[in-house]
């Protein structure tokens, strides 16, 4: 098993930041589901402060088309790979 220690001590967010990583999470989820190849694909996105994490088993390529399309999504503000790659 892998660990990534991705923890931030900070105060607890506002509902304004809350809403904003929401509505981040759904424009990344509509992009993808957008895209020929990942349309079909089970990824799963989480957005805290603008920082977006990308979880999910899939090839190298199609971690590729997801991180890109994360990092073109408006709002965001970094992306954090935490996949696990298939043949």
């Known amino acids: 098993r892998d660990r990534y220690n991705e923890i931030t001590i900070a105060a607890p ?6 809403s904003s990583d929401t509505y981040i999470t759904a424009k990344v ?3 993808m589901f957008a895209n020929k190849i990942l349309s079909g ?4 996105i989480v957005t805290e402060k ?3 994490y990308l979880m999910g088993l899939i ?5 590729e088309i997801a991180t890109n399309i994360a990092r073109e999504t ?7 790979k935490l996949f696990k790659y298939i043949d």
Do not use: D, P, Y
């Open 50 to 52: 603008g920082i977006v």
């Open 41 to 44: 694909l089970v990824i799963k």
């Open 74 to 80: 408006g709002g965001v503000q970094k992306v954090v």
């Open 59 to 63: 090839t190298q390529e199609e971690a």
């Open 13 to 18: 967010s506002s509902m304004v930041s809350r």
């Open 29 to 31: 989820k509509a992009k």
